[in-house]
Nanobody, 114 residues
Framework: QVQLVESGGGLVQPGGSLRLSCEAS???????MGWHRQPPGKQRELVAG???????NYADSVKGRFTISRDIAKNTVYLQMNSLTPEDTAVYYC?????????WGKGTLVTVSS
């Protein structure tokens, strides 16, 4: 059974930085790893994704501020978030796609506030 464990969320002031991590455990051949977020009262949206080959894609709202990376050997994906604004406040979810299916983490809360 595949499980995703996210970490790194918390409270940060505007302009600050956070780094999220998500480790996938279990038997999985990972094809894609990504981060989504759900702001309060809004729908879940894609933040960033990275393919097994290393191709990345980002939401326009985070381009130039967020960076996604992964360590295939550790089955771990990271999201470096810089220049955070209150609009980045959301629950961030890790998503991993593999040959066996699509998996989601439980989410980690990021709050950007002074």
């Amino acid at each position: 059974q595949v499980q995703l464990v996210e970490s790194g969320g918390g409270l940060v002031q505007p302009g600050g930085s956070l780094r999220l991590s998500c480790e996938a455990s279990g038997s999985i051949f990972i094809l894609y790893m990504g981060w989504h977020r759900q702001p309060p009262g809004k729908q879940r949206e894609l933040v960033a994704g990275i393919s097994r080959g290393g191709n990345t894609n980002y939401a326009d709202s985070v381009k130039g501020r967020f960076t996604i990376s992964r360590d295939i050997a550790k089955n771990t994906v990271y999201l470096q978030m810089n220049s955070l604004t209150p609009e980045d406040t959301a629950v961030y979810y890790c998503n991993v796609g593999g040959r066996g299916g699509d998996y989601w983490g439980k989410g980690t809360l990021v709050t950007v506030s002074s």
